[in-house]
């Protein structure tokens, strides 16, 4: 057995690795080095695979916003390697696209350019590039490199028609207030559509889903303060969020803690029963080793282990 195997079976070895792992992250952050294999969601997929990823995120956020198109500024944060989205979106209608990464993904640069030559091929898209299709010749969009959302939307002084997120937002290190900050950088009738992945990301995938959430708030904050793994930040949050937030919004359920299967996004009351049995057990099953604060929560919201949220702003 090598050594990264005997390390996952053992929570606290775990935990001394990320230790380790995040003083590390630190250390490259201010010394400006912002590549990471983070986001490299399109690195091990073929033209067919990424072309598919692309048109089922683009059309989950339609779908979750129930939007035709997109329209006017957007924001996507976390692109990862690819800006195929903003592409969809810029062919669709949308005037700019900023998209914002506190990280640089790692990323092939021949092929991100065979992506855009057969999306633009595909959708009839060259008019959107000064050239060859490429990452650094599409028009209209700027890339905000090394910028985190907590600090771009309280400082960038824009308004955006839609701002929109990925598996991102699980990452910030203060997520809430990035939303408050987004909400007011909402345009008149804009929408935040972001969708949240609350699993651990692999981080103890040796042991129950949930062990996330029986470490202190000390160990989370040194484990992860620097890498951006997961924050902690559950359903019962951003639902306080939403209400007092003054948009107009909803929180749908897209997956369930300990189920594997993604779900269509839907009200708790509404997804199958079998799957939140099987949920609710998982959490039970850990409930008197969580910390203090996750032992106050319902096991409805502990059960949830991603969601959708959709806010609006109203037209004054």
Same mark, same amino acid.
């Given at each position: 057995m090598n050594m990264r195997a005997i390390i996952k079976r053992s929570v606290p070895l775990t935990c001394a690795y990320y230790l380790f792992d995040d003083w590390r992250a630190r250390r490259r952050l201010a010394a400006g080095q912002l590549e990471t294999n983070s986001g490299a969601r399109h690195a091990k /997929?073929? %033209?067919?695979?990424? *072309? +598919?990823?692309? +048109?089922?995120?683009?059309? !989950?956020? /339609?779908?979750?916003?129930? $939007?035709?198109?997109?329209?006017?500024?957007?924001?996507? %944060?976390?692109?990862?390697?690819?800006?195929?989205?903003? $592409?969809?979106?810029?062919?669709?209608?949308? !005037?700019?696209?900023?998209? %914002?990464?506190?990280?640089?993904? #790692?990323?092939? &640069?021949?092929?991100?350019? #065979? %992506?855009?030559? &057969? $999306?633009?091929?595909? $959708?009839? *898209?060259?008019? /959107?590039?000064?050239?060859?299709?490429?990452?650094?010749?599409? #028009?209209?969009?700027?890339?905000?490199?090394?910028q985190p959302a907590e600090t771009f939307f309280c400082t960038c002084g824009l308004h955006f028609d839609a701002i929109l997120s990925r598996a991102v937002m699980e990452h910030l290190y203060d997520p809430l207030t990035a939303l408050d900050d987004m909400a007011n950088c909402l345009a008149p009738g804009g929408i935040m559509i972001h969708r949240i992945d609350l699993r651990d990301h692999g981080m103890f995938a040796d042991h129950h889903p949930l062990t996330l959430l029986t470490l202190s708030d000390s160990m989370h904050r040194r484990m992860t303060r620097g890498a951006g793994r997961p924050n902690r930040v559950l359903i019962n949050d951003y639902r306080d969020w939403l209400e007092r937030s003054g948009l107009t919004g909803e929180l749908t359920v897209s997956r369930l803690a300990g189920v594997s299967e993604e779900l269509d996004s839907a009200p708790w009351t509404a997804l199958d029963k079998s799957a939140k049995y099987r949920a609710l057990a998982c959490v039970r099953a850990i409930r008197p080793r969580l910390s203090a604060k996750f032992k106050a929560m319902t096991d409805e919201d502990l059960a949830v282990a991603g969601l959708v949220l959709v806010a609006r702003k109203n037209i004054a």
């Open positions: /997929l073929d %033209i067919d695979a990424s *072309l +598919a990823y692309v +048109a089922r995120v683009y059309g !989950d956020y /339609l779908a979750y916003g129930g $939007l035709q198109h997109f329209s006017g500024s957007v924001a996507e %944060i976390g692109p990862g390697d690819n800006f195929a989205v903003a $592409l969809r979106c810029l062919g669709a209608g949308a !005037d700019h696209v900023h998209a %914002i990464d506190r990280w640089v993904s #790692r990323r092939d &640069a021949e092929a991100q350019r #065979r %992506i855009y030559g &057969a $999306l633009s091929e595909q $959708l009839n *898209l060259a008019h /959107l590039f000064d050239g060859a299709p490429g990452e650094d010749t599409i #028009r209209s969009l700027t890339y905000h490199a090394g």
